[in-house]
DNA sequence: AGCGGGATTTTCT
DNA sequence: GAAAATCCCGCTT
């Protein structure tokens, strides 16, 4: 089977069971030569019936690639100045997608602290502080994540870490879904 | 360690 | 016109 339909298949299920399942798993960005390597450790999921959700309510322009095939990036803007990164998951037509709101950096560290001019957790542990780290931007929006400048590779080997379920970080509406997950210890959870 | 406020602009009502 | 899936800095304990 493809790599393509391998991930298909692993995100065309619901947000809030594809979230916790993307812990692990590794986030790859290619800049120019340069190769920037991440794991996940803290997601957070958003669907269409969720107030919440930038999905809900309907689809706008901004929030066009939420609403089409999975194994793609969504990327929004917020706060006038900080980006944040979701893999959309589920069937076409429905918006859900899965934050990532931290990684633990593997590969390319110079780069991310030259990006963000701190160091160790402050690399990555938070949503804006990741795309910050990994050059991720507005033109990123719509990559497809199994062949692109950023892909995402599934890790279906090792014992599974110990995952935590909670609430959502951030938001106003809908705050009691317990709809964010992390690795239990890791270091680089966001605050 | 914890709280409070400012930055800054897109997006939708 | 208001809010926003955030981050950083400075001030106070």
């Known amino acids: 089977m493809s790599r393509k339909n391998n ?4 995100l065309t299920r619901p947000a809030h069971e594809v979230a916790p399942d993307l812990l692990g798993c ?17 997601t957070e999921a958003y669907d269409q019936t969720d107030a919440a959700s930038h ?8 929030t066009q690639v939420m609403f089409g095939p999975p194994g793609y990036l969504y990327i929004y803007f917020t706060y006038g100045m900080h980006y944040c990164c ?5 069937e076409i037509g429905n918006g859900a997608a899965v934050l990532i709101r931290a990684i633990e950096p593997l590969k390319g560290i110079d ?3 030259q990006r963000r001019g701190r160091a160790g957790v402050e690399l990555t542990n938070g949503p804006a502080k ?3 780290a990994l050059a991720i931007n507005k033109e990123q929006n719509g990559v497809d994540l199994s062949d692109g400048e950023v892909r995402l590779v599934i890790n279906k080997s090792g014992a599974p870490a110990e995952t935590v379920t909670t609430t959502r970080i951030g938001i106003s ?4 879904m317990p709809w ?11 605050r």
């Open 180 to 190: 964010r997950f992390y690795i239990k210890d890791s270091p680089f959870v966001s």
């Open 130 to 132: 990741l795309c910050q």
């Open 7 to 10: 991930l298909a298949n692993f």
């Open 55 to 62: 999905s809900y309510g309907g689809e706008t322009p901004r």
């Open 111 to 113: 780069f991310m602290k």
């Open 26 to 42: 590794i986030i790859e960005r290619r800049v120019g030569v340069r190769v920037l390597r991440g794991k996940i450790v803290e």
């Open 86 to 90: 979701n893999i959309v998951v589920g």
């Open 173 to 176: 509406r809908n705050v009691d």
